[in-house]
């Protein structure tokens, strides 16, 4: 995706800058332009605030949420989401006019030129909301300092047999089945990952937990807007 990681300093030559990147980079963001530009435009807000929530928040759980905000096909919809992420950041830190940035990304073939009028008016959508661009980014930068980020929340199924037992050893029978939730933690700091299984009581005492967790979220980020 979306997980492209760029420091394009915003005082730099924008032409030296994107011609320096790596040339995979360039063909995968010319590829996402490309899907952009094949989409419905009734679609491009839609696609625009799916880029401002994966600024705000750049992880791979956000990312498989956003998703489908974007796109059915998931492949397709990666695409699409780090192109947008990267257009949104680039137009909210560059100085130069719109039309001379999209232009300078068309020669540095990053944008395709039949891709370069409908990335226009996303790249007009997101330009208008600058501000709350920089915001979101600054959020991120903020929310993820300190302590790791969690970048990825997994849980699968499991279930847990017990065999019978007689006088000389194990029947062969099932005696007992008890499933259980695998959860995998992960975060954007090396080697700072957790496994752990869970019962479903446990289970749905966390899913209660996190509600309330979620609850208390939502008023503290309407508090502080005040």
Known sequence: MSNVSLRIPPTAPLADTLNEMPPSLRGVLREGFGLIASQDPVRYPQIATAA?????????????????????????????????????????????????????????????????????????????????????????????????????????????????KDMTGPSGEVGLAVPVAVVHLDTDSYNQEAWFQMTRPELENMIDRLQLALDRLKKAEIWVKK
């Open 52 to 164: 401002l929530e994966s600024l705000a928040s750049p992880s791979d759980a956000t990312e498989r949420r956003i998703l489908l905000q974007v796109s059915e096909n998931e492949d397709a919809g990666k695409q699409i989401l780090a192109s947008a992420t990267f257009l949104a950041w680039l137009v909210s830190t560059r100085k130069e006019e719109l039309t001379k940035i999209l232009s300078v990304a068309a020669e540095a073939q990053i944008i395709g030129e039949s891709a370069v009028k409908p990335v226009t008016l996303l790249a007009t959508l997101l330009a208008s909301d600058k501000a709350q661009i920089r915001q979101n980014m600054e959020r991120a930068r903020l929310g993820a300092a300190v302590l790791p980020s969690l970048s990825e929340f997994s849980v699968v199924i499991d279930v847990r047999l017990d065999f019978e």
